[in-house]
Structures are given as C-alpha cells and as structure tokens.
C-alpha cells in the first residue's frame, strides 16, 4: 500500500491513458466497412475452428497462422465475428501500448514512458489500424517487446531472457513472414553493447542471440506440421521483388515508395509528432545514446528494408516500425520539458499538452463515428472506403437471407471466389446453413438452376459485373465511399435475387 500510495500520481496518469486507449478503439469498433484481408483472416479463423485438421490452412496461401488461432477462442465469445477480429486487434494494440511504456521506461525514463504512452493511444496511425483485423498490430505488439528484451539482455546477459526474446521473435514469425526482418535487425543492437565489460560478456551476449535465434527458428519450423509449408516463400514473389529484379534500377520502388511515406506519416502521425520525434533524434545523437540508437535502427532497418524490396506498400505494411518512432517522439517531449523553471515547465507543459492532442483529435473523432470522412492518404481511403476490397452492408444482407430461410431453402451466390466476397458475406452466414458459392463473374446457369428449387440470391460489387434484370430482381444496394478520384465512378455492393 505504501508502494501505491508513493507512486499514487504515476498510476492515476496510466489508468488515464489506458481509459483513453481504449475509448479511442471499442466505440462504434464495426462501423467501418469490412476490408478483404479481415474478412480472410476471419473466415478462415472460423474453419479452423469447426474443422481441426485444417488449423494450418492460411499457410496454403502463403500466410502464417498465430492471428487466426488467436481468433478462435474470441469466436466462442462474441456472436459478431467482424467484432471478435477487431477486439483482437485492440488487444493486440494495448500489448503494444504497454511495450512502448516499457521500453521507454527502460531507455530514457519514466517521463518519456508517459509521453510515448499518450503518443501511441491517440495517434491517428494506431487508432486506424489497432481497430481493423488484420495481423499488423498483433505484429507490433510481438516485435516492441521484442526489441524491450533485446535491449535488457545487453545489460544482463542472461539465458533465460534469451529464450523469452527468442518466443517473442518467434510469436512474431507465426504472425508473419515479415517479422524475418527482426531476425536480421538483432545483431544491429550491438551497438548498444558496452564492450568495456569484456570479452567473456561479449560472448555470453552471442551466446543469447543464438539461443533466441534458435527458438525462433524453431517455431516457425512447427508449421510444417501443417501441409505446403514451402508457400510460405513460394508467395514472397507476388509481394517482393528479387534483386535480380533490381538490378539496374536500385531507386525503384524506392523513390515512388518514399514518396507514398511523405504522404502517409503527416497525416497518419501528424506533424507535430513528427516535430517531436525529429528535436528527440536530435537530442539523441547530441547525448550518444546508444541504446536509443539501438530503438532507431530497429524502426529503420525494416522500414528501409520494405521501401527497397516491397511490390505492394501500404501503411499497415510499415505499422510494426512506428512504436519505436513514437518512443523517440515521447523522448523529445520529455527533454523539452526538462526545463529547471517550474513555472516555465507547467506552461511549456501544457502548450505542448495541447499541441500534441489537438493535431490527431479531429482525425481520431471521424474515425470513430464518421470514418467515411477522416482525413486519409488518397490510396487508403480507396482501398478501406472505396474499391471492391471494401465490404458494406454484409451483415445486413446476411440477416435478409437468414429470415428468407423461413419460408424455404435459400443458395447465395457472390462475385469472387476469395477476399471481400465471398468471405465477407461468409462470416456472418457460418452457421446459418446457406450455402455460399463464390466465384461468379455473373449470375451462372448454376445459380439459375438453384433457382428452381430454391430461393436464390446473387451479391456482386457493383460497376464490376453484368447483370441482366430479365432473370433477376435488385432487392437492396449498399453506396460505397464517394471517390476522391472524379475519373471513377461510385461503387456499391448489391443484392439481387434469382428467378429460374
């Protein structure tokens, strides 16, 4: 109780950013449109789940499978699966919060622990992504305490944080192929190593590097328990190129790449953090810290890595190198602050209070209640609110199929055989019965056939397909986003109904 009462002030201010965090993730958590990757990952979380041999299923597609087995169990407590996936991803989000805090802590103190705290529970990057299913913040989560032991063990050189650092990494690998990266970034922290402690320290810190290294490794390797382990590297090619590849043009996809990060990290990250992480780098290399060097190339290194070699590069993409940015962004804070002037201090206290929360506010509001209307880089608004990767109205329409159900059998068809349809509409009909056949450019002589028998229903993405309204009836249409692009045209999702 001592303990509480002595610490009384610091564990208000947590309990405050952690209320903040999450009032900032669960509001409103499914109100955003389902995106085609979500709606994978959780379809695939529910067969694994009805279907036990198949509990290495993503790694056909070339993806590892720890997010979806970690999806399991929430299924059996939420009825809404899109609900369940995004909890996952708060979860996996607060680890991170709690990783950045930590670490912070560990390297530059308990005040840029709050301030790197309160960083990452408002800024507009994490808010976005720790609310959507997908693996990337779960990646996040694994990689942050990754670099929190990697550091800790170039203090104290002990086997059994080489073994918590190696499940950490491995965590990471089993959430995805990309955490590689990790694996080659490790040795980087060197650099914080004192070598004044000599040799045998020396060698005891390879020694757990090579413990870590090795249950990595190891787990990584269970998934060849499960069959096609070798897609996991036969799917790199779509979404890496080689360097024979890039041979003769090193700039490109540099260059276009860097340009999509100019873009990306003022609004995702707003400028004034930006300002902060900037004026903490430079107090970083003014004081030679070689342990927040260490947190830089962690964030770096893989983001370089990606910004050469990437075929596709989205934001969510670089998501597990911005904790480490953002720990830097609460370092600068602190030392703008660490003025021997209280009164000076409370003022510059509170201007930078404001500065930092009124800059991601707006951006953070029309997430939770309009997010239609925040302000998002051009590309991922496109393929979050307006492209056929944008899933609407599926719950809705899967409730209209469940009530026909009543009055006689219902077959659903959908546009597409794999992603936002039929997927999307997939997870919220697992247990209804209705049999969904995806893969339908237009409504085919099967579904007309069905049709005799059965009530029919075909959903496309609307623009994308032909449909003759002869042999079909619109029953409901679902607007997409308005395009910021004025050459495209507004797409939706639409309901038909089949007639033999």
């Not at 790197?116 to 720790?130: E, G, R």
């Not at 370092?331 to 209280?342: A, D, L, Q």
């Not at 055989?417 to 997939?426: A, E, R």
């Amino acid at each position: 109780m001592n303990l509480i009462f002595k610490n009384r002030i610091e564990i208000l201010i947590g309990i405050m950013i952690i209320i903040l965090y999450f009032s900032l993730r669960l509001p409103n958590l499914t109100l955003q449109p389902i995106f085609a990757d979500e709606a994978i990952y959780i379809r695939w979380a529910q067969v694994m789940r009805a279907e036990p041999t198949l509990r290495f299923l993503p790694v056909s597609d070339g993806k590892t499978p720890l997010f979806m087995w970690s999806l399991i169990p929430l299924l059996k407590i939420f009825e809404d699966p899109l609900f369940a996936g995004r909890f996952l991803s708060v979860l996996s989000g607060f680890v991170t919060l709690a990783g950045v805090f930590a670490l912070s802590w560990l390297v530059f103190g308990k005040r840029s622990a709050f301030w790197a705290a309160l960083i990452y529970a408002i800024v507009p990057y994490t808010v976005f992504f720790d609310r959507m299913a997908l693996v990337d913040s779960m990646l996040a989560a694994f990689t942050i305490w990754s670099i929190f032991i990697a550091i800790w063990i170039l203090k104290s050189q002990r086997l059994d944080l080489a073994m918590i650092l190696g499940y950490f990494l491995g965590a990471a690998l089993l959430t995805k192929t990309p955490a590689m990266v990790n694996l080659v970034v490790l040795p980087f922290s060197i650099i914080g190593f004192s070598f004044s402690k000599g040799k045998y320290k020396l060698l005891k810190l390879l020694g757990c590097w090579i413990v870590a290294i090795i249950i990595a490794l190891s787990m990584y390797n269970l998934l060849r328990l499960g069959p096609e382990f070798q897609m996991l590297s036969a799917r790199n090619a779509d979404y890496v190129f080689s360097p024979s590849e890039l041979s003769g043009r090193p700039l490109d996809p540099f260059v276009p790449h860097l340009r999509d990060i100019v873009d990306w990290f003022p609004k995702f990250l707003t400028w004034p953090v930006i300002l902060f992480m900037g004026y903490g780098l430079w107090v970083m290399g003014r004081l030679r810290s070689r342990l927040g060097l260490v947190i830089l190339i962690w964030a770096l290194v893989p983001l370089l890595i990606q910004m050469i070699f990437l075929r596709t590069f989205t934001a969510r993409y670089l998501l597990f190198s911005i904790p480490p940015l953002l720990i830097l962004a609460g370092y600068g804070i602190e030392k703008i602050t660490n003025y021997k002037s209280k009164i000076t201090n409370k003022i510059i206290f509170y201007l930078l209070l404001v500065l930092l929360v009124i800059a991601p506010v707006r951006f953070d509001y029309l997430l939770l209640m309009n997010p239609e209307n925040a302000p998002l880089p051009a590309a991922e608004r496109a393929g979050y609110f307006e492209q056929w990767t944008a899933g609407y109205g599926f719950y809705d329409i899967a409730e209209f199929l469940i009530r026909e159900k009543n009055s006689g059998p219902v077959v659903a068809g959908t546009e597409g055989s794999f992603g936002t349809l039929p997927d999307g509409l997939q997870i919220y009909l697992d247990k209804s019965g209705i049999p969904v056949i995806g893969g339908q450019s237009t409504i085919s002589t099967k579904l007309k056939e069905a049709a005799i028998d059965n009530q029919t229903f075909f959903v496309e993405n609307g623009n994308r397909t032909s449909i003759q309204l002869d042999s079909a009836n619109m029953i409901m249409e679902f607007l997409k986003a308005v395009p910021l692009d004025p050459k495209r045209t507004q797409e939706k999702i639409i309901l038909y109904q089949i007639f033999p």
